[in-house]
């Protein structure tokens, strides 16, 4: 295969063909899996035994884990959650994070072996099934973007309903929430720590021949997916918070269609025709008008406290712009879940729960009350014609939430003693 990437796809191989994945809360295309490699035939000649052991035993554990772990993942059946988001995902999270000291001693130390081994992954957006490249950078790439979707299918987990000995039904817990934020700034931190610390090694010819799923356009949309989904999880406990207040959660919401939109600028041009590509693009889609429908909302409520009429007429605009990105966003969800594969939609919380609940009785209220305002001050002339306008701006907040720090570890301690030959 010489130096740079091939890329495989045989038209009768379907791994990646799943009628169903069950309940998503958290978009994740599936997991990239590492294929199995021989290091001892390609770096059996050059390195010690030791090494050539090491990297062969922390690699056949990643394989064995990931493809166990990328079986069930996405199965159409409710997971065993736990606190931390089930134990077989966070045994894969520390496997990877052992690999990785040994592997950059590779990239790092090892520069005249750096074309020596072929690194075979399967893809899941591209349109090719895997993708081979003879660089470890290429591999410490696909690592980290292994890990931060690790830590999507963990928060996934966590916000799916679960049954407590209160009596009260299945939900969602506020600790199961507090606890997908920092799962949603880590797997943002690893994607970050790729996009600015290790693309850079990847000569630009070869980064053209990156899988889709590792573009950095992509890397950067499920980066900033991952700070999108963790200011809603801010919204949803500052609503269920009583001393929250409504600026507070304008402030969240508005933090949040503007980093869905930066989301679906970011998204690349992803192959529509495979299941993936395009359930991917529609989770964007959804996720950004539901967002418009939270901050229009806030918003409107907040333009409401103005004595002016204009301001009233600006608070009713921004109020039923919230209703039809609402429906808007009702679409999009069915959109995206019917697509294949098929996804379900487990019971609302947070944010999406109370925006249903509230805004259609709230919007439906409001216009009521001007146009009973209206009656009586005798402008019989303004109808609800006149109510109707374009939404005002949303103002516009810096987003609080960075991800992150993420740092390449340290080499493995095996690399200070190793000789080359």
């Keep these: 295969m010489g130096c740079g990437a091939s890329k495989w796809r045989d038209p009768g191989v379907h791994q990646r063909s799943l009628s169903s994945v069950g309940d998503v809360v958290v978009f994740l295309p599936g997991l990239r899996v590492p294929r199995n490699i021989d290091f001892s035939r390609t770096l059996g000649d050059h390195l010690d035994k030791s090494v050539v052991e090491r990297l062969t035993a922390l690699r056949e554990r990643v394989v064995v884990m990931a493809t166990q772990e990328s079986a069930t993942a996405l199965k159409p059946r409710r997971r065993v959650a736990t606190r931390h988001g089930g134990s077989s995902t966070a045994n894969l999270l520390q496997a990877l994070e052992e690999y990785l000291p040994a592997l950059i001693g590779l990239a790092k130390e090892g520069s005249e072996l750096r074309n020596k081994v072929q690194f075979v992954w399967a893809n899941q957006e591209d349109m090719a099934e895997e993708t081979s490249m003879a660089d470890p950078w290429y591999e410490v790439l696909s690592v980290l973007h292994l890990m931060a979707m690790v830590c999507f299918v963990q928060a996934n987990t966590l916000l799916l309903p679960r049954s407590y000995a209160d009596g009260h039904g299945p939900r969602v817990s506020e600790e199961s929430r507090q606890a997908t934020v920092d ?120 333009l409401d406290e103005g004595e002016t009429e204009k301001a009233q007429e600006m608070a009713i605009a921004s109020l039923q712009a919230s209703e039809e990105f609402l429906n808007e966003s009702k679409r999009a969800s069915e959109a995206f879940h019917t697509a294949p594969p098929a996804s379900r939609s487990p019971a609302p919380f947070g944010t999406t729960k109370y925006l249903l609940d509230m805004i259609s009785k709230d919007v439906q209220s409001k216009v009521q009350s001007y146009q009973d305002l209206y009656t009586q001050q005798g402008a019989s002339n303004i109808g609800v014609s006149k109510i109707i306008a374009t939404p005002p701006p949303l103002p516009d907040f810096p987003l609080a939430l960075s991800p992150e720090d993420y740092e390449l570890p340290q080499l493995d301690p095996l690399w200070k003693g190793a000789n080359q030959r």
């Design 183 to 302: 799962l949603f700034l880590k797997a943002a931190g690893y994607l970050d720590c790729a996009i600015h610390h290790v693309l850079i090694h990847i000569p630009p010819e070869r980064r053209r021949e990156l899988p889709v799923d590792l573009a950095e356009d992509n890397l950067k949309a499920l980066s900033l997916q991952g700070l999108s989904q963790g200011v809603d999880m801010q919204l949803g406990l500052a609503i269920d918070n009583p001393k929250a207040t409504l600026a507070v959660k304008r402030r969240l919401a508005c933090e949040m269609t503007k980093c869905w939109k930066q989301v679906k600028d970011s998204i690349p041009e992803l192959p529509l025709s495979d299941g993936w590509g395009k359930k991917h693009a529609l989770f964007v889609k959804w996720k950004y008008v539901e967002a418009k429908a939270a901050a229009y909302y806030f918003h409107g409520f907040i």
